[in-house]
């Protein structure tokens, strides 16, 4: 099994740029996350889909879109990117129900908006 | 917001060394848990405690947990120097799927 795989890797844009950063996971999880990790800051959560069709703001949602392709597929886009969201990126997954569960991360993507 | 702080922000010690880390948090939990995140890495998950817990061991780690003071503690004994790596404390103040992690301790293991 692969786990979470994440594209691309590294990534700049300029300011006003769109862009998808694409997840996957091969886990047959129900849910799957996108978290953004700043220096100093821990990891926030941008978006969650607890089930496959259907998606729920997080901590930080402002500026991304994101769409739960199928089960395994969880995207993230940044529709007119700004110098703000350069960070890195990373896609999580996980097996509810129960008590919180145990989430398995991808690689992170760096992003850089200049 | 942040739920989660870990303290101290970063820890120097000796390979064979004891290693303790604290997390605190402002709200009521269902369950705590550790990450741990190698330099350039994603996270991986360590250990689980609930609410109802106050001890959780596994392998090297030691987890406390206090709910009256919303304070949680990770010990790693006879640390060693593949144990350099950021951790991550992870509350659930809203929901299963709703995570909130603190800044983190960094952690260097000098051999």
């Known amino acids: 099994n692969a786990g979470v795989t994440q594209t691309p890797k590294f990534q700049v844009l300029k300011t006003g740029q769109s862009m998808t950063l694409q997840c996957a996971q091969d886990m047959n999880h129900n849910s799957m996350y996108w978290y953004r990790q700043d220096p100093g800051m821990g990891l926030r959560l941008i978006y969650y889909s607890a089930s496959e069709g259907t998606t729920d703001k997080g901590e930080v949602p402002n500026g991304y879109n994101v769409s739960r392709l199928n089960k395994r597929e969880f995207s993230l886009r940044l529709e007119s990117a700004a110098p703000s969201q350069t960070s890195v990126y990373f896609c999580?997954?996980?097996?509810?129900?129960?008590?919180?569960?145990?989430?398995?991360f991808g690689p992170g993507t760096r992003l850089t908006v200049l | 917001s942040q739920q989660g702080e870990e303290d101290p922000q970063a820890l120097s010690i000796q390979e064979g060394e004891n290693a303790t880390m604290n997390c605190s948090y402002k709200?009521?939990?269902?369950?705590l848990q550790w990450y741990r995140q190698n330099s350039g890495r994603g996270l991986v998950h360590l250990i689980l405690?609930?609410?109802?817990?106050r001890e959780k061991h596994s392998g090297r780690l030691r987890v406390t947990l206090d709910t009256s003071k919303k304070s949680s503690s990770l010990l790693i004994t006879a640390s060693r120097a593949a144990d350099t790596a950021s951790y991550f404390c992870?509350?659930?103040?809203?929901?299963?799927?709703?995570?909130?992690f603190g800044a983190g301790t960094r952690l260097t293991v000098k051999p």
């Open positions: 405690i609930r609410s109802n817990e």
């Open positions: 999580a997954s996980s097996f509810p129900p129960g008590p919180t569960d145990t989430q398995y």
């Open positions: 992870a509350t659930d103040p809203y929901n299963n799927n709703d995570m909130r």
């Open positions: 709200t009521s939990i269902n369950n």
